[in-house]
């Protein structure tokens, strides 16, 4: 049985000391080996920013994307191998703005994959700016008067979106992020897990004090049912987002993989492609 370390590689991480990433990428490698997983039942999909590095430092089949893209990279390779388990994983800015509109999709379209965001709350591989997570108010060098943008109540719109599995957590409570993670993997459908993962270098704010001050563990609220939605959406309402644990698990909802037509039939990865001549002419003359 594998065990965490069979998931590490020779690459050291290069993310700034203090990172919050690297809780992640812990958290990420005990929970596969938790959940059973060896590294080539594993592919980890990551798009552009600090934390899309994560792809190249988990022994695992790995692909680091563009900015924005995780999320069509990892729904094409989970569609074409359905034996893999498939994780996303990307930032606050490249998945809530550039990417914006592949997680809205991917979100209602119900797909088999984990997207883990590690939500820091500014663009930090590009020095500090403000990103769609960023408070009204929050002064960087793009916004030295302070931010007039609102914040992207994320929770909120995968609830109103759609989404089967809403999570969040913190990156300094490893337990409950690996036992979080855990549960995305199995669960049946599309996970979204968002993890306030501070920036040490470049958000003076939003620290690790500031968290621990300001989250409020679901588990505290007497009466929460991670099953009712409306609750989940009042609950987060409430706290203004700032919430941590399973916010929302729809145990019924078929996935996309149990919908798709054709989609018991042999997986793509496991089919013979090669093309003879009269294969290939056959093809051809469709397109003419």
């Known amino acids: 049985m594998a065990t965490f370390k ?3 590689n020779s690459i050291k991480p290069n993310w700034c000391p203090g990172c919050g990433d690297f809780s992640v990428q812990a958290a990420i490698q005990r929970a596969a080996a938790n959940a059973g997983l060896t590294p080539e039942n594993l592919a980890v999909v990551s798009g552009i920013g600090c934390s899309g590095r994560i792809s190249g430092y988990i022994k695992s089949y790995g692909f680091h994307g563009i900015h924005g893209r995780s999320l069509p990279i990892a729904q094409g390779v989970k569609m074409a191998n359905r034996d893999l388990t498939v994780i996303a994983s990307g930032g606050d800015g490249d998945g809530f703005a550039i990417g914006m509109g592949h997680t809205v999709h991917a979100i ?8 883990i965001v590690m939500d820091n709350q500014i663009y930090g591989l590009t020095k500090g700016q403000t990103s769609p997570r960023s ?3 929050f002064k960087t060098k793009s916004t030295p008067e302070g931010s007039v943008e609102s914040s992207i109540g994320i929770m909120e719109l995968a609830l109103t979106a759609g989404a089967t599995f809403v999570a969040q957590s913190f990156s300094t409570d490893l337990k409950d992020l690996v036992a979080i993670i855990e549960a995305g993997i199995s669960h049946k459908g599309f996970s979204l897990i968002n993890v306030f993962s501070p920036c040490v270098t470049y958000n003076k704010v939003n620290t690790y004090d500031w968290f621990k001050e300001h989250l409020v563990a679901l588990d505290s609220i007497e009466g929460y049912d991670p099953q009712n939605r409306s609750l989940a959406m009042t609950t987060l309402m409430e706290h203004k987002g700032l919430v941590k644990g ?3 698990q729809d145990k019924e909802k078929p996935s996309y993989q149990d ?3 054709g989609y018991s039939k042999d997986a793509l990865a496991l089919q013979d492609l090669n093309l003879g001549e009269d294969t290939f002419k056959q093809l051809a003359a469709e397109f003419m």
Do not use: E, K, P
């Not at 209602?108 to 997207?115: G, K």
């Open 6 to 8: 069979d998931f590490r």
């Open 108 to 115: 209602r379209r119900n797909i088999d994959v984990t997207y």
């Open 135 to 137: 408070d009204v108010g």
């Open 246 to 248: 399973i916010i929302y």
């Open 259 to 261: 919908l798709a037509h």
